[in-house]
């Protein structure tokens, strides 16, 4: 059966400090990979989409950026961040029919 | 570019009574989907509509899709207290390449 891991589970992290933030699937092969953004109280902001490995494509213009290394890996990052990336961070993947299955979540607070 | 509303944005109920949270897009869509996001944990997939006018259940919950394909609606009938949580719907629109955009949810409480 496949699995999504999301790690760390929670996150604080001071203004301007780098961030990474890593998801892996396991128990399939060339996913659809999605980051979502769920600030507090609010609903799912899709940040960046990946089709395959080194594809990405981003949803929203900001101070993060996405990578593909591998086929069942997708990395958040960032430079530096700010104080409006606080927020739930959600690693999803699709299958074929487009059922997009969510991974635990990281929960960042930036101070 | 395309947008998905959700209505009620809260809904308190008493637990036995029924509750429905409405879904509309800004364009029209190829297939709808439903997920149910209980307090402090993750969205899980409910279900996805494709055809139009299609109506769906699952246990106590209906699930439908509008004929024009720009509205959908999830129906619990007499609700339970494990019902509580947000309810969002995703809508991927029916151009090639658009991804899902999803709602900003209803959230359910339920009042025991």
């Known amino acids: 059966s496949q699995t999504i891991h999301q790690w760390p589970a929670t996150l604080v992290q001071p203004v301007g400090s780098p961030l990474s933030l890593e998801c892996t699937v396991e128990?399939?092969?060339?996913?659809?990979l999605y980051w979502y953004r769920q600030a507090a109280g609010r609903g799912l902001q899709l940040l960046f989409y990946?089709?395959?490995?080194?594809?990405i494509s981003s949803e929203v213009p900001q101070n993060l950026s996405a990578s593909r290394p591998q086929d069942r890996q997708f990395i958040l990052s960032s430079k530096k961040l700010l104080l409006s990336d606080s927020g739930f961070y959600l690693c999803?993947?699709?299958?074929?029919?487009?059922?997009?299955?969510f991974g635990p979540g990281t929960r960042l607070t930036v101070t | 570019g395309q947008q998905v509303m959700q209505i009620p944005q809260y809904q308190h109920v008493q637990e036995g009574e029924d509750f429905t949270t409405y879904c509309n897009s800004s364009?029209?869509?190829?297939?709808i989907q439903w997920y149910k996001q209980r307090p402090g944990g993750h969205p899980v997939f409910l279900i996805q509509l494709v055809k139009s006018g299609e109506v769906k259940k699952q246990k106590r919950l209906t699930f439908q899709f509008g004929e024009a394909k720009k509205n959908s609606s999830l129906h619990i009938t007499a609700t339970q207290t494990t019902d509580v949580g947000t309810y969002f719907c995703?809508?991927?629109?029916?151009?090639?390449?658009?991804?899902?955009?999803f709602g900003p949810g209803t959230r359910l409480s339920v009042l025991p």
């Open positions: 990946s089709v395959g490995i080194g594809q």
């Open positions: 128990g399939t092969s060339n996913p659809n």
């Open positions: 995703a809508g991927e629109g029916d151009n090639y390449g658009q991804n899902f955009v």
């Open positions: 999803a993947w699709s299958d074929e029919w487009g059922e997009q299955y």
């Open positions: 364009t029209t869509l190829s297939n």
